[in-house]
């Protein structure tokens, strides 16, 4: 056994884990308690990393296909890069520099960011590189800038314990950010007079633990800030002093926000106007307020001032560059923070210098040794995919992320993609969406397997060891770009071009990044791979000779702008760039669920992820569901101007009306549609470039489907997910999952208007083995239209399929998890009636996924009148990893305890 220092790879908290080897294989993970992040704690999420370290889904070697309807064929890595370079050069000599584009993602370790930043930019020379961080946190670049000067968090953790009032924006930090939320959690429990307050269109389960949730409507955060503002002048809580020695622009804010009185923002806002007013007391009244937010405010037309316009609130009662204060953005992904700090975006350049800027350009090209640095910006993430869309980009290298997944307006993302001439993939997964339009597939090195640095929200840089060797052929991302670099290179006669990465390993990288940061806000000269294994992860600017990085930013009120001071943003409430009508007369949210990350390539492994909730569905508040008639575990059809997508729905607490929420984790891996961003918008904002992804507007529609198959298979659960996820665009409406706490099942649900072809149930059969006619027993009422089939191994039931009713899905699918003796449904087995046998109760789902326990059995604990205490000692939930003690908290509300 050993044991090596990494961090988790979900979120951007960065929690430190150490991960257990055994023979070479990942065995075990645990937080690292000497992490600052997370001090040993992990999430359900991080705490299952291990598990998703299988190598059922992975892809092991470069693949090609000269022909889009041809099978791809392995090659070795010589072949692949050979080739890679061959289209690269081609397509550059044909068509220039900006024919080609790169997708990245903040997945990447810093070290690999920096070489394809400067492969593009350096070698290449074209702009077009841009990252799945887009999408996810450049609002929050653009609103830091545009008021502080600098893309730079200003706060960190420890302020989480020292503020009096903490305001969450746009963030379900329960779900998104758990860790963080555990210490919101001990701090309010330290601390009691604490106020949380919450800003978010649904009542989820940060929101509902808040002292004051405002559930604003859809895409109004600067309405409410902005009355913040006004509220906060009229009381005399604004910092005049501060004001007056620290920043600019105030007076034209003062102007504008007098329109925005607590009424008139109660109109817009869709809440009390008393609610408006005590939010702006709390915040200026504490002293100490700590703003946490993310994707509410970033994925927005209007996501620079919806940044900016909560800035103002800090700058204007002086509530920045103290303990307990400021403004801290949350990034979604690990390493967002590592993409920003080397420009690895079309309109950045390394170490948070500027393309628009000639000095910055000339300093880059300096350093990289070139010629020069385009500069024009390149395409950003919507824009790239537009210009594949449209002919102008001819080949794209992805990296690591799938936009047939995560990008908005999937019909025209996927349309791209079939329409460029070369699509390169670089992937560890070989199950993502965007898999199917790849020409060439690079096998990339995944968690556990790279070395390298990650930054977290709070600019701290930890710097993770590899675990385990990367499973086939895969190789860590950086030695990808610096073998096609050095290739290109010579393939293109780029003068100089061959010496330009002479990089033999990350830490050579990581020290020529140090190198670009030298003098710059984030300067790390005093950082080394040395230093932070020896005395842990540090938080920048940490120049050399410095003892220590600066946990906090703006301490003496001097700001990185040409003035030094900070900037008021002239914030204006802008509406939502999509609007409701009779056609499409609800709001479209999405977001992300406790238990899964993105889209699903690694915790869609991991059986146990799924049982807290094991299905796409749709969450309409129940007084809409009763008014068109429709009822939990109906499908829907739910249609925008764009797209559609078929979904059970679920009525929910969390719901204003006119609202519906779809997770954004599920996509044409898990159903047959893209999922939610079938609905959504490519429109974004002006300054960030970041899409609207957190809104459309849509019908719900029910589809009166009763014909219904389920199929269920234990044991080889992972391998057969590609197959089965291949038949998936079949079905009128599917959805594909597992289920299971420690052996996987694959659950296969399919409904439709009628039968689907003999063929493909044939087909499901021969997957699942069900074909089988030795070993399977079967049960077929042709007149009425049911059938099932039930295979046994050893006299276990292994798989099943029903068709054409499904009553007993979920007594079935427990049963199967659970190793099942056939002898104990022979009868049922054999039977005409479909429904589950007498007493063939469910689980329900699981609340608690540590300790395995299900709302079924928490309730009934509630019934006897047992109190948290009480349910965490009888069953112990919640007393592993938490992320089920806000739910938990709520069902004990609903009873009123
Ligand atoms: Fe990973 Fe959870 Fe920590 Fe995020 S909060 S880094 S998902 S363990």
Redesign the pocket.
Known sequence: MAEVKS?????????G?IISTDQGQIVGVR?DPDHP??FG???????N?HRSAVTDTRLLYPELRLNRLEAREKLDWDEALDYAVDRLATTIRQHGPDSVAFYVSGQLLTEGYYVFNKLAKGLIGTNNIDTNSRLCMSSAVSGYKKTLGMDAPPACYDDIEQAKCIFIAGSNTAYA????FRRIEAARQANPDLKLIVVDPRRTDTAAVADLHLSILPGTDVALFNAMLHVLLWEGLTDTNYIRRHTEGFEALKETVREYTPAVAAEICGIAAHDIILAAKWFGESGDTLSLYCQGLNQSSHGTDKNAALINLHLATGQIGRAGSGPLSLTGQ?NAMGGREVGGMANLLPAHRDMTNPEHRAEVAQLWGVERIPEQQGKTAVEMFEALRQGEIKLIWIVCTNPALSMPDQTKVREALEKAEFVILQEAYRTTETVPYADLLLPAASWGEKEGTITNSERRITHLNPARTPPGAARPDWEIATDVARRLAVKLKSPGGETLFPYSCAEDIFNEHRATTHGRDLDITGLSYRLLEERGPQQWPFPAQAVRGKARLYEDGHFPTATGRARFANTRYQSTAEQTDARHPFHFNSGRLRDQ?HGMSRTGTVARLFSHVEEPLLSMNSEDMQRRGLKDGDITRVSSKRGFCTVRIQASQEMRPGQVFLPMHWGSQSMNSPGANALTLSTFDPTSFQPELKHAAVSVEKLPWQWQMVALRRYGALSLLPRVQALLAQFQHATLGLYGHDEAVLVLRVAGDQAIAPELIEKIDQLLGLDDEDASISYQDTKRGISKRILVDQGEVVAARLTGETAARDWLKEMIAAGLPFEQIRLWALAPLNTPPVGGSTRGKIICNCKNVSEQEILAALDQGTDLAGLQDKLKCGTECGSCVPEIKRMLDSRGK
């Open positions: 961090t988790c790879c979900y979120c951007g908290v960065g929690c884990v937080g992040a997370n704690r992990l999430c359900t999420k991080g705490a990393l950010h758990p860790i963080l690990m990350w």
